[in-house]
């Protein structure tokens, strides 16, 4: 199986601010990586697919970059909704996997 | 607006089975995969398989002895077995919708409520 890193695990930030979001994936993956925002409680939800397309209805203050095997996930200008875990999950090669996830918290 | 609507037995006893089912509520069922996705208490998310409008599945090999899915396009739903269930298998189960474009560029992009499962004797 290809296995999902994220860094960091957790991380604070303020209203406003800009957040990064590191998954590494075990082996090349191309660009078939998406990333996902978790509320407590609920579904994940699909922010961005191929690495960096943004999916309907997502603000624009959200970005993804990569490819191989390093990605980043971006927000720009946080807000309060934005607090969350987010996860990246590849699909290059069944079964599908997922990162452990990263929970952004209000500094 | 695609809606996916679960349900199914929330508390289990080691040994038994695990059954939930997922009606795709509004929008088409065809064209698609549709998966389980499930949380464990602390832990990320673990896929753990697809099938199609023509029963065509595949499974997440960490549990493809203990998985049953099945599909009835009538009714356009779709269902999780898991047999022998033990406490390992406590977690919020997803079901999703999994879109497809190109070879490899496939997504979840509409899910349903989760249902939690807890396994205990």
């Known amino acids: 199986d290809i296995q999902m890193t994220q860094s960091p695990i957790s991380l604070s930030a303020s209203v406003g601010g800009r957040v990064t979001i590191s998954c590494r994936s075990s082996q090349n993956i191309n660009t078939y990586l998406n990333w996902y925002q978790q509320h407590p409680g609920k579904a994940p939800r699909l922010l961005i697919y191929a690495a960096s397309t943004l999916e309907d209805g997502v603000p624009s203050r959200f970005s993804g970059s990569g490819s191989g095997t390093d990605f980043t996930l971006t927000i720009s200008g946080l807000q309060p909704e934005d607090f969350a875990t987010y996860h990246c999950q590849q699909t290059d090669s069944a079964p599908w996997t997922f990162g452990q996830g990263t929970k952004v918290e209000v500094k | 607006q695609v809606q996916l609507q679960q349900w199914g037995a929330g508390l289990l006893k080691p040994s038994e089975t695990l059954s939930l089912t997922c009606a795709v509520k509004?929008?088409?069922?065809?064209?698609?995969?549709w998966s389980w996705i499930r949380q464990s208490p602390g832990k990320g998310l673990e896929w753990l398989g697809e099938i199609n409008e023509y029963g065509s599945t595949n499974f997440n090999p960490s549990l493809r002895s203990r998985i049953t899915l099945s599909v009835d396009t009538s009714k356009k739903q779709f269902s999780l077995n898991v047999s022998s269930v033990t406490a390992a298998d406590t977690g919020v189960y997803f079901c999703?919708?999994?879109?497809?474009?190109?070879?490899?560029?496939?997504?979840?992009?509409?899910w349903g409520q989760g249902t939690l499962v807890t396994v205990s004797s």
């Open positions: 509004s929008g088409s069922f065809s064209g698609y995969y």
């Open positions: 999703a919708r999994e879109r497809r474009s190109g070879s490899s560029w496939y997504y979840f992009d509409y």
